[in-house]
Each structure stands twice: as structure tokens, then as C-alpha cells.
């Protein structure tokens, strides 16, 4: 089944660019393997034992004197983070086929292709395997914003690339370093490591995918250059391969560094949560408010992962599934108003509501769940977050309440600003509201929401069979 979920849009990757085919029924095939793909994820849920360790298995050598392998399989939460990927990629292969343009079987190709690797990074067992996946998931991100990019993309691919190609050197030089030293390059079978500087290359890495502060460098124009369905995915899933690298590798494998560093990173990703906070509220456009909200709640993110505790990694994976849906959500709302608006500036849109009460329901209803009101799956992933940061420390939780507010201001002037403010210009007016075709596309993630929103253990619960958090020990996630 792991090999499956990997290889089926791989494969269909390559079948989108041999064949001939125009380009929507290029889009339709590579539509129709993403649904495929989630009725496979579905399955794997339904088949899935939350009460056992690494499941289903699929392992293979490849170099037996190194202990190198093709070793795949799940924990409880690598499952819902590519569920979480396989849901954001067939919404933005969804949203590529409605908006049509330029994007042909090349384009569909990489999505599918982008899709398997991601998949791929999220279950891999061994470190070699991971970094391939890693730096496969990078290649289709380069090709789709730098062709299909806005009018800056060749900036915004040059800072993507340096970027993203520094944190992964030092990611592999790590690896090569811990596989010789342990003498297998296997995440199982490997023991844990006391070297610094090999963790401080896996952590550097991780920190420029998420982004830490101050690694965010590339993000703004990262976000704000790609295709709208490109954005969805890197900042609701690529992300996400930093939350799995830090959890998998950095916590599970360097216990010692994690406690040395411990109060640096969460100083890191305090700053970052209150600075992409800040960003987010100043920001002109619904694209930026977006990319630096999105920095923000990977701070707080960290700040889960790094209280080491049982309440905060749970709350971390919770609220990663909830940002990845939320994040997703609003960068194809912010794409559908581009293409009727000619822009998402605030100066240039708004009244949006008047006559179109689907646009107006959609962002509503996503952007109250980002407003991490009780009762909704971001407000269980925070609450979940700050309970176990507190146990670090008061002033940590402190900083992700702050942060909280911040949050419901910037949100709150998103929504008021394209549905309610008196537009600047005449952009948005006699524009049409959403048709099918496009909620086709959003309400499947407003409706994970709403359904994680009601039974957020569905994820809480059924992420950690064991996790120790007492001071000095490993987080394991077996």
C-alpha cells in the first residue's frame, strides 16, 4: 500500500508526459489518479492499527554493506501528513485544470510527480531514501514557479533555490556522517547520536524548509510568485517535510543536542511566531498575509515539537493538518479572487460579498477557523501546543497566546478587507461569485475542517503510541 500511495502518481507522471494528450485531458487523468489517491489513503486509514508502531512495511536492500534500503511505512502521524498531502495535491491538481491557461501535460506531470515525492519523504525509513525524496520534492517546485511563475518568479526561484540547495548539503553531509558512524543509514535500526554539528546540519535544513526565522529569505516571494495551486502546496504541504524531518530525525535521533539546543529553537520559533505575526497584519495583499501567517503558525509549530512533551507534539501534528487545509484553502481563495479582480491587493479589491455569497461564505467560514475560535480543530492544535510549551515554561505560552491575537487581527482585516471595505479601484466590480467547478475544489477542504473541528483525537489520539517526554529522553514515535 505504501509503495502504492508513492509510485501510482509517479507513474502517471510519466504517462502524462509520454502521451500526447491536450492539455485539460492531460489535467483530467492527472485529476483523476489524485482522486484515485485519496480512496487508496482512505483505505490505508481504514486498515490501519493506531495502537501498533511502523506499519504497513514495504523493504527492500539496496546496498547491504552500507545498510542503504528502500525502506517505507507509516507511524500514526507520517499517515496523516500524507493524507494531508494527498488531499492539498488533488485540490490544486483540481484548481489547475479550472483555470486552464498555459497548463498543459508538462504541468500536470509535475504536480502528479510533486505529489509521489512528497509521499515519499513522509514515509521513508532510511536517511539516504529520505534526502532522494527530499530533493525530488524540490525539482517540480523549481520547474512550476520559475516557467509558470508571475513576473518575478526568476527572483523568487533564485532565492528558492539558494535557499533550499544550502539547507540541503549540510543535510547530506549529516547523513553521510550518522549512516557511516552508526554503520547503517536505516531510521529503525540506527541508534541516537551525541554529535552537534551533525543535528545542527539536519536542524538547518528542516529550518530553511519550514521556514525558521531567520531562514525565511525566499518565502514571500516564493508564495506570492508561484501559480495559486503551487502556493497551496508549499505552504500547506512542503512545509509539513520539515515537521517530519525535526520529529523523525532531529528529536528522535539526537536526544542530547535536542536538550542543548532546546531553548534556542523554541527562542527561534517564539520570534518567529510573533514576527511572521506582525508581517502578516502590515502585509498589502491577501497573498502575503498568507505566506507570513503561514511563518508564524510553523513557529508555533516548533514550538509543539520542542516542548518535548506528550500534549505539545500531539497539538504540533493537529495543528500542522489544520494549517496545511486552512493555508491550502485561502491561497486558492486568494487565486480565484486574482483571476476576477486582476489582483488581491486591499487597495485594489474589496466589497467582494455584494453578490457573491458563495465567495463570501467560503472565506468566511475557512477564515473563522483560522481565527482558531473554540471549538475548531486550529483552536484544539494551539490549545494542545501552549498546554505542553507551558511545562518549558509560562513565558513560551505567553508569547502563543500573544501570538494568537495577532493572528485573529490579521485574519479578521483579510476577511474585512476583501468582503466589506469599499473597494480602491473598480477591479472587483460585476465579477461573477464561484461556480461549481471552483467549490468543487475548496469545499473539500472546508469540510475536512469542519469534520476535524468536531473529532480533532481523530488525529490527537491516533498520531503516538508511546511518546516519552520526561527530560533526558528520546521522543519516539513507536
Request: proline share 4%; hydrophobic share 60%.
Amino acid at each position: 500500500m505504501t509503495t502504492t500511495l508513492i509510485l501510482l502518481p509517479l507513474a502517471a507522471a510519466l504517462v502524462v508526459w509520454l502521451l500526447p494528450l491536450p492539455g485539460r485531458a492531460a489535467g483530467a487523468l492527472a485529476l483523476l489518479v489524485a482522486l484515485a489517491e485519496v480512496v487508496l489513503f482512505a483505505l490505508a486509514v481504514w486498515g490501519f492499527d493506531f495502537d501498533r508502531g511502523l506499519q504497513l512495511e514495504d523493504r527492500q536492500s539496496w546496498f547491504s554493506d552500507l545498510g542503504v534500503s528502500y525502506h517505507v511505512g507509516f507511524f500514526g502521524f507520517s499517515l496523516w501528513l500524507a493524507g494531508l498531502t494527498i488531499v492539498v495535491c488533488a485540490a490544486a491538481i483540481g484548481y489547475a485544470l479550472r483555470a486552464g491557461g498555459d497548463r498543459g501535460r508538462a504541468y500536470f506531470g509535475l504536480l502528479l510527480f510533486l505529489t509521489g515525492a512528497i509521499v515519499g519523504v513522509f514515509t521513508a525509513q532510511d536517511l539516504l531514501l529520505f534526502y532522494v525524496f527530499f530533493e525530488a520534492m524540490l525539482i517540480p517546485l523549481y520547474v512550476l514557479i520559475g516557467v509558470w511563475g508571475g513576473p518575478r518568479r526568476l527572483r523568487a526561484t533564485a532565492l528558492f533555490v539558494i535557499y533550499t540547495m544550502a539547507g540541503s548539503l549540510l543535510m547530506l553531509a549529516a547523513i553521510v556522517v550518522f549512516g557511516l558512524s552508526e554503520g547503517t543509514f536505516s531510521l529503525v535500526d540506527s541508534g541516537t547520536s551525541t554529535n552537534e554539528w551533525v543535528f545542527l546540519g539536519f536542524l538547518a535544513a528542516f529550518a530553511v524548509k519550514a521556514p525558521l526565522f531567520p531562514f525565511h529569505g525566499w518565502l514571500v516571494d516564493a508564495y506570492r510568485e508561484s501559480p495559486p495551486e503551487v502556493a497551496a502546496i508549499l505552504s500547506g504541504v512542503v512545509s509539513k517535510a520539515a515537521v517530519y524531518g525535526l520529529l523523525r530525525i532531529a528529536i528522535d535521533k539526537f536526544p542530547e543536542p535536542v536538550q542543548e539546543y532546546q531553548a534556542l529553537i523554541l527562542s527561534l520559533a517564539a520570534i518567529g511566531l510573533v514576527y511572521g505575526s506582525l508581517l502578516a497584519f502590515r502585509a498589502p495583499d491577501m497573498r502575503a498575509v498568507i505566506a507570513y501567517s503561514s511563518m508564524g503558525q510553523m513557529g508555533l509549530i516548533v514550538l509543539g515539537l520542542f516542548s518535548l512533551s506528550e500534549l505539545g507534539v500531539s497539538g504540533a501534528i493537529v495543528h500542522s493538518v489544520a494549517h496545511g487545509l486552512v493555508s491550502a484553502a485561502l491561497f486558492l481563495l486568494a487565486g480565484m479572487v486574482e483571476a476576477r479582480a486582476g489582483t488581491s491587493a486591499f487597495d485594489r479589491i474589496g466589497g467582494m460579498a455584494r453578490g457573491r455569497p458563495a465567495l463570501a461564505t467560503m472565506l468566511m467560514a475557512t477564515g473563522i477557523i483560522a481565527l482558531a475560535v473554540p471549538g475548531s480543530v486550529v483552536f484544539a492544535g494551539e490549545f494542545l501546543i501552549l498546554a505542553g510549551v507551558y511545562v518549558e515554561g509560562w513565558g513560551w505560552a505567553a508569547v502563543g497566546v500573544g501570538a494568537m491575537v495577532l493572528a485573529a487581527m490579521y485574519m479578521l482585516r483579510l476577511i474585512a478587507a476583501v468582503l466589506h471595505t469599499p473597494a480602491g479601484g473598480d477591479a472587483a466590480e460585476a465579477t461573477p461569485d464561484l461556480r461549481w467547478p471552483e467549490l468543487s475544489v475548496v469545499v473539500p477542504l472546508l469540510a475536512a475542517l469542519l469534520v476535524l473541528s468536531a473529532w480533532p483525537a481523530a488525529i490527537s489520539e491516533r498520531s503516538f503510541v508511546d511518546v516519552e517526554s520526561e527530560p533526558g529522553t528520546e521522543l519516539r514515535a513507536q
